[in-house]
DNA sequence: AAACCTTCCAACCGCCCCTCC
DNA sequence: GGGAGGGGCGGTTGGAAGGTT
C-alpha cells in the first residue's frame, strides 16, 4: 500500500482549509504533547484530518517560530544564494532561514524572486543571464531588460563573475553607447569610486565590464539631494550621464570578478536610503530605479562628454 | 457596480528516503 | 534482505483577495 494514499483513503477526515478551532485542537495538543506520530495524532488531538495534513499545518503555520510577514531583503538575498548553489532544496534553504518554511520559501521564489530575476534577464533556474537576449526575434532586444541596480548589487556576488562577463559583453552591444558615454564621462570628469581603487575603476572601465558601485547613500529615488552622488565619485559640477529622456540604463551593468569589493549592502541592511523597505516598496524602488529617474532640470546633459 | 483577470499562498499530492522489525 | 510504516520533500492546485476593465 502506497503510504502516499493513506490519506486519500481514509474516508471522512476533512480537508481543505483549517478552522480556528482545528488550529486550536491542533496546537493545544502539541504543547502538551510534542509533536511526532503525525499519523496517530489526529485521533488523539480529536481531529477529523490526515496526520500528514497536520503535520503540514503544524510545520508551515501554527509552530511559533514560524517568522510571517514579508521576505526582508537579507532574506531574499540568502535564498538567492542558496538557490544558486543547491536548486530547489527548499528544506535546505529554509533550514538557512531561521522561522522561514520550506513552502513558504518555495512560493516567495515562485511568487516573486523569478519574476524579478527574468525581468533583470537573468534565468531563475541557472542564475545565468538569459541568452535568448540575442536572438533576434527575442522581444528581449527589442524592449531590453531594464536591470535593477540594487537587485543586481544583492544578487551580484552569487553569480558566476565568468558567466556575468559574457552576459556584459554580450549586453554591452545592445546600449554600448551609454555605457561608453558614462565612462567616458568618469574618466574625463576623474570620477573615483570610493569602493573600487582609480587603478581597478580604470581597468574595469577600459573594458567596459563594470561601472562603479554606488554608495549606502546615493539616492535613487530621489527622496534624498542629489548631492549625495558626490560622495561617490560622481561629480555634481559636472552631472553624471544619463541619457536624453532622464533615464539612466543598467543594460550594461556587470560586476566581473568583484568579489574582493566591498559589497554595497555588507552592513547587512538595503540599499536604497539604508531602509528596511517592505517588498512593494522594494519593487517600487525597482520599478523606479530600473530608470534612475534623475531630474533633467539644471542637468546639462550635452556637456558631459 | 459587476464581470473578468491576475496574483498569491495554504494545502494537497505523489514520490522518496529512512528506520524498524 | 525486504516489507511496512513514518516522515520529509518538491511540484502542483484551488480558492481567496486584489486589481483591472
Redesign the pocket.
Known sequence: ????????EQNGL?????TAEEDQKLVDYVQKHGH??????PKHAGLK?????C???W???LRPDIKRG?FSIEEEETIIQLHSG?G????????HLPGRT???I???W???IT?KLLRMGIDPVTHAPRLDLLEPSSSLLINPPQFDLPSLLSIRSYLNPDILNLATTLLSCQDNFKTQEMVTSMQQNQLQSPFLPQSQLMQVTNSSSILPYFGHDVNINGHQPYNNLANYGYDESKQGTVSQNGAFWCNNLGFGSSSSITPLNSSGTSYVNGCTSTEDERDSNCSKILTFDFPMSGLDVNGLA
Open positions: 500500500m502506497r503510504k502516499s494514499s493513506l490519506c486519500r476533512k480537508k481543505g482549509s483549517w511526532g506520530r503525525w499519523r496517530t495524532l484530518r490526515c496526520g500528514k495534513s503535520r503540514l499545518r510545520t508551515n503555520y514579508k543547491m530547489n532544496k527548499w528544506s535546505a534553504i529554509a533550514s520550506d513552502n513558504e518555495k512560493n516567495y515562485n511568487t516573486h519574476k
